[in-house]
């Protein structure tokens, strides 16, 4: 089994800062990349913020200038440090991995169960 364990999410005010934080367990023999999408309610999941074992990483435009995403494919971790949050952030945000179980298996994604991020104006 995969498992991704994710902390960091919360309240705070417009203008503050939130890192989240997400670490993969179990059988995996090897991750694509890793990355946050988020969903806000009545709206459909979207991506935030990704990297690849490449160290090529992905922004959607709304976090360009304010988020940050890092983190080690290999130590099978991934953070997203955001700053400048705006109430428009608000959203469950989900940690996901494209990742191969074994050598001869294809690449599947793989979520978190979501942490609540919530922005004040």
């Known amino acids: 089994q995969v498992q991704l364990v994710e902390s960091g999410g919360g309240l705070v005010q417009a203008g503050g800062s939130l890192r989240l934080s997400c670490a993969a367990y179990g059988s995996i023999f090897r991750i694509n990349a890793m990355g946050w999408y988020r969903q806000a309610p009545g709206k459909q999941r979207e991506l935030v913020a990704r990297?690849?074992?490449?160290?090529?990483?992905d922004y959607t435009d709304a976090v360009k200038d304010r988020f940050t995403v890092s983190g080690d494919t290999a130590k099978k971790t991934v953070y997203l440090q955001m700053n400048g949050l705006k109430p428009e952030d608000t959203a469950v945000y989900y940690c996901?991995?494209?990742?191969?179980?074994?050598?001869?298996?294809?690449?599947?994604?793989?979520w978190g169960q979501g942490t609540q991020v919530t922005v004040s104006s």
């Open positions: 996901n991995a494209d990742l191969k179980r074994s050598w001869n298996s294809g690449y599947s994604d793989y």
């Open positions: 990297f690849y074992s490449t160290g090529r990483t």
